[in-house]
């Protein structure tokens, strides 16, 4: 939602203010020039990027315009579901937990945390890492070094479709350079026209450095901002998971291991204590 609005806010401030200017939106209206630079930076891409990196960048900018910020009530349920792992793994063993982290789809526990289900990547550190305790004993610094290898890793994954679109926007200005001076190049073949042709030829020529300057700095490169912050409220979750889980295997209680969880969240989503205890007791 916030991403139209700030598309809708770029487009009339340029434009509105162009216009209160004394500006003709005619004289932007240069459909090659876009051509040019779009075709170019799209084919740019392609050489850049392999098959899957170039998929998933298309997908994770769509993603601007549907992905769900991250809630204090979706870190209640993460925070609940932990701690009912735990509470399963003290009364009747870890062993216990081995049916709901090996099938989480069919996991009684899980399917009552449909946030936390629905975030593969979550479920499956989570699960992961359980079976890391049910396989064997661990001692605890190996065990936070593994699951901090697991978050760097999916970290770094997570961030290479933004990096490329980063690399897309960062070619914008200078393709927009490119369709200027091919304008420019046009305007030379008719230099023996009149003053008033030759300015309409030079301007159509400048709004290519127009377009790409504000290709790159209004409309891409805050997409790939918007991306990475994405990324950041996935490492929010999973670093809270982590917390926890390390609580777990250091054999503290389950409401001491979520309570080291919930430090990790970040502070403008962070349930308050109260908040945890309440969900945990099963009050609203």
Do not use: W
């Not at 990027?49 to 993460?78: C, H, M, R, Y």
């Not at 770094?156 to 990096?163: D, F, I, M």
């Not at 805050?222 to 917390?243: D, R, S, W, Y």
């Amino acid at each position: 939602m916030f991403a139209i609005i700030g598309i809708v806010v770029v487009l009339g401030a340029v434009f509105g203010g162009f216009m209160l200017e004394g500006g003709h939106m005619h004289v932007l209206f240069q459909p090659i020039e876009l051509l040019i630079i779009g075709g170019a930076a799209m084919g740019s891409f392609l050489i850049a990027a392999p098959k899957s990196v170039i998929i998933t960048s298309i997908k994770k900018g769509l993603s601007i315009f549907t992905a769900k910020e991250a809630s204090t009530s979706d870190f209640l349920d993460l925070l609940t579901l932990l701690y009912e792992i735990m509470n399963i793994a003290r009364r009747e063993g870890i062993v216990a937990l081995e049916a709901h982290v090996n099938k989480p789809d069919g996991s009684a526990i899980f399917g009552r945390f449909k946030s936390v289900a629905a975030n593969h990547v979550l479920r499956d550190f989570i699960c992961d890492n359980v079976k890391v305790l049910i396989s064997e004993s661990i001692e605890t610094h190996r065990f936070d070094s593994l699951m901090s290898l697991d978050i760097s890793t999916i970290q770094h994954h997570e961030l290479v479709p933004p990096a490329a679109i980063n690399k897309v926007a960062d070619s914008l200005p200078g393709l927009g350079i490119v369709a200027a001076v091919l304008g420019v190049v046009l305007t030379m073949g008719k230099i023996n026209e009149p003053p008033e042709i030759l300015g309409h030829s030079i301007g159509a020529a400048l709004v290519g450095t127009f377009l790409g300057i504000l290709l790159c700095y209004g409309f891409v490169g805050p997409a790939a901002a918007n991306i990475e912050h994405q990324v950041g409220a996935k490492m929010a979750f999973l670093t809270c998971a982590k917390e926890a889980l390390l609580g777990m295997q250091s054999g503290f209680s389950p409401m001491l291991s979520v309570e080291m969880g919930r430090r990790a969240v970040p502070e403008d989503v962070r349930p308050s204590f109260e908040d945890l205890e309440g969900a945990l007791r099963g009050k609203k």
